[in-house]
């Protein structure tokens, strides 16, 4: 069996899921002042994660059977039949940080797909199933409809592939009820119970590359999940969420503030680097003003601003 993921949280996650009985755990005291409660209270927790581990169902696989398609589809050109040039241009602009460091990122990310293509191929094609991951988010839904459409020219009747929806909501034994915004967040241990796989049969797989050749076709510049599908939307199409946020700011504010708050907003919606891309459109527009730079090795989004038109 093939795993695949479309984030390296989600590829971290699930690989310490596959890694054994439980998954692998640590819990560390962090600097040389923790004092007996401290102690104490870290073996309690270990203690803990070990008798998850012991009661953790068990998933087919091992860590090496993880691949991962980071590209983040739902943002920027998605023109190319395998991911390129454009692709790795839009990964760079979302990743918030230096030139050298963006492309440096986009490099990365660009070849671990590209690598994880190369693996499915192989291995879809010689009969193994594919398990696809799917968060509820964007991303997650423009992933999979990108794979299937990947997957044709091994035709959709001699494979076996089968999604995971993330549950919208846990009710645990406690009374609580548990919202996850992706896998990631999903506590290694807790997979295989979250888990409920539905076979993806060659019509549906084939419907979903149609989807994806529907976007591809109109190639807006975001894509959004409404009404639980994917769909065609303006770069501006979040906008009124950041100037919620932003208004409800002071005169003066940390961008990176406002950007957890907008992300807490529009859960699951976007990602850091996309809100602070929108961000910066009202500061080229003049209704903020950059008080402040980030410094070295820092978010491009560490910066003070003010409000000027907001």
């Given at each position: 069996?093939?795993?695949?993921?479309?984030?390296?949280?989600?590829?971290?996650?699930?690989?310490?899921?596959?890694?054994?009985?439980?998954?692998?755990?640590?819990?560390?005291?962090?600097?040389?002042?923790?004092?007996?409660?401290?102690?104490?209270?870290?073996?309690?927790?270990?203690?803990?994660?070990?008798?998850?581990?012991?009661?953790?169902?068990?998933?087919?696989?091992?860590?090496?059977?993880?691949?991962?398609?980071?590209l983040a589809?739902?943002?920027?050109d998605i023109?190319?039949?395998?991911?390129?040039?454009?692709?790795?241009?839009?990964?760079?602009?979302?990743?918030?940080?230096?030139?050298?460091?963006?492309?440096?990122?986009?490099?990365?990310?660009?070849?671990?797909?590209?690598?994880?293509?190369?693996?499915?191929?192989?291995?879809?094609?010689?009969?193994?199933?594919?398990?696809?991951?799917?968060?509820?988010?964007?991303?997650?839904?423009?992933?999979?409809?990108?794979?299937?459409?990947?997957?044709?020219?091994?035709?959709?009747?001699?494979?076996?592939?089968?999604?995971?929806?993330?549950?919208?909501?846990?009710?645990?034994?406690?009374?609580?009820?548990?919202?996850?915004?992706?896998?990631?967040?999903?506590?290694?241990?807790?997979?295989?119970?979250?888990?409920?796989?539905?076979?993806?049969?060659?019509?549906?797989?084939?419907?979903?590359?149609?989807?994806?050749?529907?976007?591809?076709?109109?190639?807006?510049?975001?894509?959004?999940?409404?009404?639980?599908?994917?769909?065609?939307?303006?770069?501006?199409?979040?906008?009124?969420?950041?100037?919620?946020?932003?208004?409800?700011?002071?005169?003066?504010?940390?961008?990176?503030?406002?950007?957890?708050?907008?992300?807490?907003t529009l859960?699951?919606?976007?990602?850091?680097?996309?809100?602070?891309?929108?961000?910066?459109?009202?500061?080229?527009?003049?209704?903020?003003?950059?008080?402040?730079?980030?410094?070295?090795?820092?978010?491009?989004?560490?910066?003070?601003?003010?409000?000027?038109?907001?």
């Amino acid at each position: 069996m093939v795993h695949v993921v479309f984030s390296t949280s989600e590829k971290g996650s699930l690989r310490v899921a596959l890694s054994g009985p439980g998954g692998a755990a640590a819990v560390a005291v962090i600097g040389g002042t923790g004092g007996p409660l401290e102690r104490l209270a870290a073996k309690r927790e270990a203690a803990r994660q070990k008798q998850r581990a012991a009661e953790a169902l068990l998933m087919e696989g091992t860590p090496a059977d993880v691949v991962c398609l980071p590209l983040a589809l739902s943002v920027g050109d998605i023109s190319e039949a395998e991911p390129g040039e454009k692709r790795k241009k839009e990964l760079a602009g979302l990743w918030a940080m230096s030139p050298a460091e963006n492309e440096e990122f986009a490099e990365k990310m660009l070849e671990e797909s590209r690598r994880a293509l190369e693996t499915l191929r192989r291995r879809a094609g010689s009969g193994e199933t594919v398990r696809v991951w799917q968060s509820p988010g964007a991303d997650d839904a423009c992933g999979v409809r990108f794979l299937a459409a990947w997957l044709r020219p091994l035709e959709f009747d001699k494979l076996t592939v089968e999604r995971v929806r993330l549950p919208e909501f846990e009710a645990r034994a406690d009374g609580t009820a548990v919202r996850y915004d992706g896998w990631g967040e999903v506590e290694p241990w807790h997979w295989a119970a979250l888990a409920d796989p539905e076979p993806l049969a060659a019509p549906v797989l084939n419907a979903l590359a149609l989807e994806w050749a529907m976007l591809q076709a109109q190639n807006a510049p975001l894509r959004a999940v409404v009404n639980g599908r994917p769909v065609s939307v303006p770069e501006d199409f979040y906008d009124s969420f950041v100037r919620d946020v932003l208004r409800a700011q002071p005169k003066e504010f940390r961008e990176a503030e406002a950007i957890g708050t907008l992300l807490a907003t529009l859960r699951p919606g976007v990602s850091d680097g996309f809100a602070a891309r929108r961000i910066e459109a009202l500061v080229q527009a003049g209704l903020l003003e950059a008080m402040s730079s980030p410094a070295p090795g820092r978010p491009v989004y560490d910066r003070v601003l003010r409000k000027k038109g907001i």
